[in-house]
């Protein structure tokens, strides 16, 4: 019962997401459920329809229970998506995760992290 409502709950978005004339650069800030927008990534058909409408995988995150990020990750603001999450984690209200996930239409896996560039001065402190 439960995830038949959270699909009902999302079928508009997805239907809006393939409707949509164009991808914003930036990707979708999705923030209309404060207590659940993070249930995405338990809804299959939104999952596949961001995939569609993007031609290829997606990147998401929840930095809060109530804020969902997404971009096609050939986009040029890729990139910085990181970035982003972690700071609207920062900030958040109700933190979630500052973890990107890729969705590939099939499901959702883990980006593993970047290191961040540092000095070689003392790398013993990286550790």
Same mark, same amino acid.
């Given at each position: 019962?439960?995830?038949?409502?959270?699909?009902?709950?999302?079928?508009?978005?997805?239907?809006?997401?393939?409707?949509?004339?164009?991808? #914003?650069?930036?990707?979708?800030?999705?923030?209309?459920d404060?207590?659940?927008?993070?249930?995405?990534?338990?809804a299959?058909?939104?999952?596949?329809?961001? /995939?569609?409408?993007?031609?290829? #995988? /997606?990147?998401?995150? /929840?930095?809060?229970?109530?804020?969902?990020?997404?971009?096609?990750?050939?986009?040029?603001?890729?990139?910085?998506?990181?970035?982003?999450?972690l700071?609207?984690?920062?900030?958040?209200?109700?933190?979630?995760?500052?973890?990107?996930?890729?969705a590939?239409?099939?499901?959702?896996?883990?980006e593993?992290?970047?290191?961040?560039?540092?000095?070689? /001065?003392?790398?013993?402190l990286?550790?």
């Amino acid at each position: 019962a439960a995830s038949a409502n959270t699909e009902r709950r999302f079928a508009r978005l997805a239907m809006r997401l393939r409707e949509a004339d164009r991808v #914003p650069l930036d990707g979708w800030r999705m923030s209309a459920d404060t207590l659940f927008q993070s249930t995405i990534l338990v809804a299959p058909a939104l999952l596949r329809a961001l /995939v569609e409408r993007c031609a290829g #995988p /997606v990147l998401i995150g /929840v930095p809060d229970r109530g804020v969902a990020l997404a971009i096609p990750a050939s986009a040029a603001g890729a990139q910085r998506f990181a970035q982003r999450l972690l700071r609207e984690y920062r900030e958040s209200m109700n933190p979630l995760s500052p973890a990107v996930l890729v969705a590939d239409g099939e499901g959702l896996r883990e980006e593993p992290r970047r290191r961040r560039a540092t000095t070689a /001065v003392m790398p013993w402190l990286e550790g």
